[in-house]
C-alpha cells in the first residue's frame, strides 16, 4: 500500500538551515504536504506543493518536490528555537476522498 | 472561525467505562477525520466522513470504537469498553475538499488506568 516514509530526528544549530526529507510511494499524488506539530498540540498545515510543481517557496520555508524519486523536502532558513517541533509530510492520495497519507514525522531539535 | 474545536481537552477513566470524545467542524467544511497519536504507533486515521457519510472505516481498532456525524458540524468517537492501550491522544480534523489541507483539533488525550 502506499507510504510516506521520514527520518525521525534532526539536530541544528540556531541560525543554520534545517532540511527535512520525506520519501512517498504513491505515484498519484496530487498534493503533497508538511504539517507542523508543537508539543501538546495539534497538527499545523504549514505549505503545501502540487505535484505538477517542483519547488515552492514561502518565506523561510522552501519545498522541493522530485517526482521521478518521489523525495519532498522542506528547508527552513535561518532556524529558530521556536522552529523545534515535528513536522510530518503527508500526500493526498489520488480519488480517495480526501484521505491524507502521513509520514511517521521528524523530530527537529533546534540549539542555541 | 474558531478552528476544529474538540472536547474534552483530557480526559481519566477507569477500564472497562464508556468514554465519548467530540468535535465541532470548521463551519462550512463537509469532511471529518478521526486520527489517534502514540508514541509506539505515530498518527493513524481511524475513519473519515465525506458529508457525514462514513467513507473508510478500516483504521477503526475493533468493535468497541464506534464515530458518527449526527449533523453536518459535529462528531462523535464512543469506546466502549475502554481498555488501557486506547490511551492515546485522539485528533479530529476537518477540510473543505479543494487542496484537501486539513485542520486539526488541539486533541483529547485520554488515559485509560
Known amino acids: 500500500g502506499e507510504d510516506v516514509e521520514q527520518s525521525l530526528f534532526l539536530s541544528v544549530r540556531e541560525g543554520d538551515s534545517s532540511v527535512i526529507n520525506c520519501t512517498y510511494t504513491?505515484?498519484?499524488?496530487?498534493?503533497l504536504y508538511w504539517y507542523k506539530q508543537e508539543p501538546g498540540a495539534g497538527l499545523q498545515l504549514l505549505t503545501y506543493?502540487?505535484?505538477?510543481?517542483d519547488m515552492k517557496q514561502d518565506q523561510r520555508l522552501t519545498v522541493l518536490l522530485n517526482k521521478k524519486d518521489k523525495h519532498l523536502s522542506l528547508r527552513i532558513a535561518d532556524t529558530q528555537t521556536g522552529d523545534s517541533a515535528i513536522y510530518f509530510c503527508a500526500e493526498r492520495e489520488y480519488n480517495q476522498g480526501g484521505k491524507l497519507i502521513f509520514g511517521q514525522g521528524t523530530e527537529l531539535s533546534v540549539k542555541p | 472561525d474558531a478552528g476544529v474545536i474538540q472536547s474534552p481537552r483530557h480526559e481519566v477513566t477507569e477500564m472497562g467505562q464508556e468514554v465519548t470524545l467530540r468535535c465541532k467542524l470548521i463551519s462550512g467544511h463537509n469532511s471529518l477525520f478521526w486520527y489517534r497519536q502514540t508514541m509506539m504507533r505515530g498518527l493513524e486515521l481511524l475513519i473519515y466522513?465525506?458529508?457525514?457519510?462514513?467513507?473508510?472505516d478500516s483504521g477503526m481498532p475493533e468493535d468497541r470504537f464506534s464515530a458518527k456525524m449526527p449533523n453536518a458540524s459535529f462528531s462523535t468517537l464512543k469506546i466502549q469498553p475502554s481498555e488501557p492501550r486506547d490511551s492515546a491522544v485522539y485528533f479530529c480534523?476537518?477540510?473543505?475538499?479543494?487542496?484537501?489541507?486539513?485542520?486539526f483539533g488541539p486533541g483529547t488525550r485520554l488515559t485509560v488506568t
Open positions: 480534523a476537518s477540510s473543505s475538499g479543494g487542496i484537501g489541507e486539513q485542520y
Open positions: 506543493i502540487f505535484s505538477n510543481m
Open positions: 466522513f465525506n458529508n457525514n457519510v462514513p467513507i473508510d
Open positions: 504513491d505515484s498519484s499524488s496530487t498534493y
